[in-house]
Each structure stands twice: as C-alpha cells, then as structure tokens.
C-alpha cells in the first residue's frame, strides 16, 4: 500500500485545514486508517481513526468536535476546524488490516505532511 499525505500548511488559530491521504490499492477499503502527528521533541500521537468497512471513527479528545476523519473509495481525509496553535506538528496517515489506532501496529505509513497554526 502506497499512501500519499498532502493538504497540509499553515493556519491562524482558529482556522482550518483539510488533509488527504490517498491509497495506490484497489483493496484499500478493508484498510483502517489512522492520522497521527508528532511535534518536535515529542512523541507520536494518535489523532483520528476510521475503520474500514463500516467506517466507524474515534478521536483523541482533545480534536473531539473539531476534526472530522471520512474516506472515500481510495482516500481519507481529516478535515480540521477551530485549529490551535497546540495543533502544531508533523501529521501522517497510516493504514492496517485491523483496527489498531496504535502508531506502533500500523503496517503503512505515508510521508508527513506539515501543519502549522499560528496564534
């Protein structure tokens, strides 16, 4: 699975900001799929998460009510509204055969993509 982030930039607080990760597999729906951040000196976070056939969604509570992870036939998005300066960091998706929302358990990951909100 090759998977390709993108959308990413910068933002004033409280703007927003629509990342995609697209899939190169036509299996690519039975794939859950996972957005993760780190910032600078700290470690891997989990953000949002998106199952594969039924589509069922978790977020770390922090981004509940602001971001919003959906997938389409070969790509998955994470729409994020009301972002904040904390929001900073590195975002990646990745992508496995079960349900993991562990950044450790994922078996594909696509290249960071950069966001950075301003206060």
């Known amino acids: 699975v090759q998977l390709q982030a993108c959308g990413g930039g910068l933002a004033q607080a409280g703007g927003s900001l629509r990342l995609s990760c697209a899939a190169s597999l036509r299996s690519f729906g039975v794939y859950s799929v996972g957005w993760f951040r780190q910032a600078p000196g700290e470690e891997r976070l989990f953000v949002a998460h998106i199952t594969g056939r039924l589509g069922i969604t978790t977020y770390r509570d922090s981004v509940k009510g602001w971001f919003t992870i959906a997938r389409d036939e070969n790509t998955v998005y994470l729409q994020m509204n009301n972002l904040q300066p904390e929001d900073t960091a590195v975002y990646y998706c990745?992508?496995?055969?079960?349900?993991?929302?562990?950044?450790?358990?994922?078996?594909?990951w696509g290249k960071g993509t950069q966001v950075t909100v301003s206060s």
């Open positions: 990745a992508a496995n055969r079960g349900n993991s929302r562990d950044w450790r358990a994922q078996n594909y």
